[in-house]
């Protein structure tokens, strides 16, 4: 069965099989489940109709979150590229509102894809999305690239955490922006060792980022952080394709996010007690009936 523990034993399987990442992941998926690949790619073509759809949904700026404290903000990011043009160029412009999209939907109650929260659904399909729009891709290109996501993704659960509760945003935000970064470092022709060091960047450039939700609800500063991971995943990416390596090494990295953070204090693990959730204004939207955030009787 093929399966792997960490980075470098993923790295050592590419190289013994001549394989991407995302053929090492595939094969372990087929293995796992006992199925034929065009099943296991079947079961990924449809997380990847929800992504786009997701997207889509979106950018209509239709949605209003169900703590009413976002709703229409990707719309405007949209509508300001079109008409004003892309400060950050279209690539990441896109990647942006994508991401932030798919946060108003996860939060008015649309479908998505938890990628690998539902916290953090909009980084992956942000990503992505901008991406095929830019380089033409193929579906079955995503589909495919969605697998070395999937890799990062899985050695962080099982070496880390991507828990907010238990590791701040970094383990969540931190995690699906290192997932994209991997990947987009494959689709534009990386080594594997590129993926894994993209994604080392990233979570070194998130280390520490605390989850305060207003609130207690998925909508602020969730929104925009799942917006700028998204444009911190392509720097990454494209750091790693140019040369730029991370110092620390892909399983080092993980190690160290989870242990940062196990010792951030509860009230930025989720809690909605600390950081940006104890803010005056945001204990006053709450107190509106705008968040249901917990009362810190500690």
Same mark, same amino acid.
């Given at each position: 069965? &093929? ?52 997207? %889509? ?15 229409? +903000?990707?719309?405007?990011?949209? *509508? ?26 996860? %939060? ?32 079955? *290109?995503?589909?495919? %690239?969605? !697998?070395?996501?999937?890799? &990062? ?10 828990? @907010? ?33 993209? %994604? ?8 520490? $980022? ?24 392509? &720097?990454?990416? +494209? ?10 090494? !892909?399983? +080092? ?19 909605? $007690? ?10 006053? $939207?709450?107190?509106?009936?705008? @968040? ?7």
């Amino acid at each position: 069965m &093929v399966d792997f523990k960490n980075g470098s034993e993923l790295i050592a399987l590419t190289h013994e099989k001549g394989a991407l990442i995302s053929d090492i992941m595939l094969n372990r998926e087929c293995d796992r489940f006992d199925e034929a690949p065009q099943d296991v790619l079947k079961r990924m073509a449809h997380s990847w109709q929800i992504m786009k759809e997701a997207v %889509a949904q979106g950018q209509t700026g239709s949605g209003k979150s169900m703590g009413g404290l976002i709703g229409g +903000e990707a719309a405007r990011l949209t *509508q300001h590229r079109l008409t004003q043009g892309a400060l950050t160029g279209t690539l990441i412009s896109k990647a942006v509102s994508y991401a932030m999209g798919v946060l108003e939907v996860n %939060a008015s109650m649309g479908l998505i894809t938890a990628a690998p929260t539902a916290g953090s659904s909009g980084v992956i399909p942000g990503v992505f999305c901008a991406m095929q729009e830019e380089y033409h891709f193929t579906d079955d *290109q995503m589909i495919k %690239a969605l !697998f070395n996501a999937g890799a &990062v993704g899985y050695l962080a659960t099982r070496n880390a955490t991507v828990a @907010g509760a238990e590791g701040g945003c970094q383990a969540e935000i931190g995690v699906a922006a290192a997932m994209a970064a991997s990947s987009a470092v494959e689709l534009m022709g990386g080594k594997p060792e590129q993926s894994l060091s993209a %994604a080392s960047s990233v979570l070194a450039s998130m280390l520490g $980022l605390v989850c305060d939700p207003i609130g207690g609800l998925v909508e602020v500063p969730c929104q925009k952080r799942n917006g700028t991971a998204a444009s911190t995943a392509l &720097v990454c990416a +494209e750091m790693a394709l140019s040369g730029v390596d991370s110092l620390i090494p !892909f399983d +080092e990295m993980l190690e160290v996010m989870f242990k940062v953070g196990r010792s951030l204090p509860y009230q930025l693990r989720e809690t909605a $007690l600390g950081g940006i959730a104890a803010a005056p204004t945001a204990c006053r $939207l709450c107190e509106r009936g705008k @968040g249901h955030g917990p009362v810190d009787d500690r």
